[in-house]
């Protein structure tokens, strides 16, 4: 799938430079850069943006899993793991301690088909640290792993790969797809992820070798992006990354297209699955292939919106679903091209089928008018500029075009390519690649539905791994690595000092109140020519009648369905048409309408928002969609385990007498019963601009902003409505045991907590300090370091303080393998008990590292300002909240965190949900001291 987007007016220039900027007269748009390659093949490109006090810096290196071989793959995805855990220099930790002492926001990696690539944003001041640190990592890295090290990672992966393909909904979908639109011979024939018996089988001999012949500087991309000293970076870059010895040549991964014989269908009963899903899956075109241009335009006419063909043919004629996705899954060497439809409950198959065939006629004899063209390319336009809104997105870009297409020069032709795609060219590719041409038809069922699968399918090959009781391989992950360093030049070992601190400024505040009682917070910023926004509409789900749950919701899906004026096609197409984004969503407090414009356009789009507020359409035909699309997420939910530990969390921690307990969008019986008179009543109701918020941020002065709001001040007529207050969670005295049977599932999904603060309170914000060190620093956390990285247990692991105007919970969340639910359940609750007691010095000096140094990307995105104008309107914060938050953090004692710790983490007066296999994993759970497990959800369990 192409990963950024360019379109329409924006002229796109990359050169010799170091500035961003965009000018208003010329409408050019500039990402200026500087590349040069160090002697031993290691790329580096340089990207100056001054408008936040941060840099980026991304390592990204030019191997995945197609550079794997059958019988050892998993080897790129496992390296991503890796590479985080110990180097020569930074010693056991890695690049994860530093993080949490520079104030970096998670050093994070990606993987794909293509490329590997380690990325973080840090505080300017720690630049050089980070240089050192990458260069640790592809130098002087590889004689840290040893036998417990990669035995311990093998678990983390393999848990990774339970929680993401094993344990969900259609989660092996890809994998059938790939073993047969590709040959076995073809690298893209298997996953990235690899399989649980190759990572099994590689030896610590293998995995050093693909390291050395993959990970060496004539295969590296490092992109530096942010607000930094170029002369200076260069010396840093040289003298860190310019002793490391340049790899053997790298083999140019030659084209592999490939093509279909024959149309291929194959069926899988889901174990996770409540409704049918089909996905169709024709060969196509490589990464920035002449006609993956069209192909995408193609993707986006047929199936999104209103006006697509496959919309309207599948959902509002034969009402067999409530959405279709195409879209393309382009790579380096060969492309796909996928139509997925998750259709209603009990659907056939072979119905959404003949539908799709019907869509496509349509499409034939219709094409695609210049409007649409135009439309889509909007649409495109906003998401570019969007994806250059941090320092990270646009190194990620310069990567991106350096790797793929030879030079980050490409833009230029990139942009030709895309502005060129014509009427025909659209047509023409449909012609080539989807028309009468073989296909791979995959049909994911519920279990015991093979009724529904699409007719001449054959069983598909899916390996479901056993998960055996005390079978898992041992590992002391605490044993030292010994090994013979790398020699260097220098004394690696020495951390390099920070740079000057960076003066932290926090964005400019603006402040109004209009007549009509509607209050508007506003951030004025430059950095790219948009403006985003959320109008938030209090109430929610609080002002709900008891047997009406999910009526918020379901306004919150109509309102952008039309308006008195418009149809839902006509509104959609106007708001597309300007490059914006306007959608609604339900929370449980709140109707957010929220969205993006670029900024000349703004005025129109808030005058859409005004209409869609002022003028509701109430459309029935799109009411009774919403409904059934409701109706069938509620039927998914039941499937997906994370989805039932949600909702039956929410139950044990405010009670099932409280409206914060529902799932707000509904129960099957709710749903049902509500009708749109209903929901009519609900918006008249409690509509009223006093109880409204809008938050702007972007690039649009103060005074225009409020101007566009004159239409909706005059006419939206205020009421008094007073929401309802919320009751407190009764407290929990003793802890107990919850146990929801999925059976056969593969992981354990585990949520423990207890109702704990709200955002206001005074003590919310010490108790996130005190978290920091237990569950919510990522790697920097115990919780992490101890299930994740010393037990293999998880895939991840987090703890949180959540509250908003209401008392919200502490929550730690996992989801473990299934055979040591109870081991994991145990350790957590040592760690809980055992965490004030031993907080130390270390712990805080950590603490305070990370919190205070991290202020200066804090509001670095838009999205990032937009949820700070949210705290400070939801929560009577201060302007300089953050400040005021910095000066507790630079004040708190260990002796408070302590205390903190006495009020805040008890762990014998937590709620302990497990979702999981009952058969195997509940009784065991009793060991754990709280009284025997309570089953939620007895009459499934045999």
């Not at 002697?39 to 490109?45: F, M, S, Y």
């Not at 998670?106 to 630049?127: C, E, I, W």
């Not at 093509?259 to 291929?264: F, M």
């Amino acid at each position: 799938m192409r990963s950024f987007y360019f379109l329409l007016t924006a002229c796109l220039i990359f050169g010799s430079g170091s500035s961003f900027a965009q000018n208003q007269k010329s409408s050019e748009f500039k990402v200026e850069f500087e590349k040069f390659t160090l002697p031993n093949g290691l790329q580096v490109i340089l990207h100056v943006d001054r408008s936040d006090p941060v840099v980026a810096v991304a390592l990204t290196s030019h191997v995945g899993s197609a550079r794997e071989k059958t019988g050892r793959t998993g080897f790129a995805h496992l390296f991503e793991h890796l590479l985080f855990l110990e180097s020569e220099n930074l010693g056991k930790g890695g690049l994860d301690k530093m993080s949490a002492r520079i104030g970096g926001e998670g050093a994070n990696g990606s993987t794909s088909r293509d490329r590997t690539n380690y990325f973080q944003t840090v505080p300017k001041d720690a630049l050089e640290k980070m240089i050192w640190a990458e260069a640790d990592k592809l130098g002087f890295f590889i004689n840290t792993v040893t036998e417990p090290v990669l035995a311990k990672e093998k678990q983390v992966v393999k848990n990774e790969k339970r929680q993401s393909y094993d344990n969900r909904p259609y989660g092996h979908n890809f994998s059938v797809i790939s073993k047969n639109l590709y040959p076995a011979s073809h690298p893209y024939s298997w996953e990235v992820i690899g399989s649980l018996e190759d990572l099994q089988n590689a030896t610590l001999e293998d995995v050093k070798a693909f390291y050395n012949r993959w990970y060496v500087p004539n295969n590296v991309t490092l992109t530096i992006s942010g607000d930094f000293d170029v002369a200076q970076t260069k010396i840093w870059v040289e003298k860190y990354f310019g002793e490391i010895k340049r790899g053997e040549a790298i083999p140019k991964m030659e084209k592999q297209a490939v093509t279909l014989a024959t149309t291929k269908k194959l069926f899988y009963e889901d174990n996770f699955a409540k409704l049918p899903q089909l996905t169709l899956t024709w060969p196509s075109v490589y990464e920035y292939h002449p006609d993956s241009y069209a192909l995408e335009v193609l993707a986006s006419y047929l199936s999104k919106g209103k006006k697509a063909p496959l919309y309207k043919t599948l959902v509002e004629q034969k009402k067999l679903t409530d959405g279709v996705d195409v879209f393309q899954y382009n790579s380096e060497i060969a492309g796909q091209y996928m139509l997925t439809v998750t259709a209603f409950d009990q659907t056939n198959l072979n119905l959404v089928h003949a539908g799709i065939e019907e869509a496509f006629k349509n499409f034939e004899a219709e094409g695609i008018s210049k409007q649409d063209l135009d439309r889509i390319k909007a649409g495109q336009e906003t998401a570019f500029y969007t994806t250059l809104s941090s320092v990270l997105g646009k190194g990620f870009q310069l990567a991106q075009y350096e790797i793929f297409a030879g030079t980050p020069e490409y833009i230029n032709q990139d942009v030709k390519n895309i502005l060129a795609v014509t009427r025909e060219d659209v047509m023409r590719v449909y012609q080539k690649y989807v028309k009468g041409k073989n296909f791979v038809a995959t049909s994911f069922v519920p279990k015991g539905q093979k009724n529904l699968i699409l007719d001449g399918s054959i069983l598909a090959d899916v390996v479901e791994e056993k998960i055996i009781e005390g079978k898992e391989e041992a590992f002391d992950a605490s044993i030292a690595a010994t090994y013979k360093k790398t020699p260097s030049k220098f004394d690696r070992s020495i951390e390099p000092p920070y740079g000057a601190s960076p003066d932290v400024i926090l964005p400019s505040v603006w402040k109004n109140q209009l007549s009509s009682g509607l209050k508007v917070f506003g951030i004025a910023n430059e950095e790219v020519p948009l403006v985003q926004f959320q109008l938030q509409l209090k109430g929610g789900m609080l002002l709900e009648a008891k047997n009406k749950t999910g009526v918020a919701s379901i306004l919150a899906d109509l309102m952008t369905k039309g308006t008195k004026n418009k149809t839902p096609e006509q509104l959609e197409n106007a708001i597309e048409s300007l490059g914006a984004t306007i959608r609604a969503t339900a929370t449980d407090e709140s109707i957010l309408i929220s969205g993006t414009s670029l900024a000349k356009n703004y005025n129109a789009t808030m005058a859409l928002v005004s209409e869609i507020i002022l003028q509701p359409r109430w459309d029935a035909a799109e009411f009774e969609l919403i409904k059934q699309s409701t109706l069938s997420q509620i039927l998914q939910q039941k499937a997906d385990p994370n989805s039932i530990a949600r909702n039956e969390y929410k139950k044990l921690i405010y009670g099932a007498n409280s409206v914060l307990a529902n799932n707000r969008v509904g129960t099957e019986s709710s749903v049902k019963s509500i009708t749109l008179e209903d929901v009519k009543n609900y918006y008249y109701q409690n509509s009223t601009p006093t109880l409204v918020q809008l938050h702007i941020v972007g690039a649009i002065a103060t005074n225009d902003a409020l101007t566009a709001l004159t239409d909706l001040n005059k006419k939206w007529e205020p009421k008094n409505v007073s929401i309802p207050a919320v009751a407190t969670p009764k407290e929990i005295t003793a802890s107990k045991i919850y146990f929801y049977d999925v059976p056969g599932a593969k992981q354990s999904v585990i949520r423990i907590g207890y109702p704990a603060l709200a955002a206001t309170d005074a003590d919310f914000y010490p108790a996130q300090i005190l978290n920091y060190r237990l569950g919510g620093g990522g790697f920097a956390s115990q919780l992490t370091q101890e299930l994740r990285e010393g037990k293999g247990y998880t895939y991840g692991i987090s703890s949180s303080f959540s509250g908003s105007a209401s008392k919200g919970p502490f929550t730690i969340a996992s989801g473990v393998r299934s055979n040591v639910t109870f081991e994991a359940v145990q350790l957590i609750k040592d760690i809980v008990s055992n965490y004030g007691k031993n907080f130390n010095e270390n712990d805080l000096e950590v603490t305070k590292g990370y919190l205070i140094k991290s202020n200066a990307r804090a509001f670095e995105t838009l999205s990032s300002k937009l949820e700070m104008l949210y705290d400070i309107s939801n929560y009577n914060y201060a302007d300089d909240y953050a400040k005021q938050q910095e000066n507790i953090v630079k004040n708190i004692s260990m002796d408070e965190l302590k205390q903190f710790s006495d009020l805040y983490l008890n762990a014998n007066k937590m709620i302990y949900l497990i979702v999981g296999d009952a058969a195997t994993q509940l009784n065991k759970l009793e060991q754990i001291g709280f009284g025997k497990p309570v089953l939620l959800n007895p009459a499934t369990t045999k």
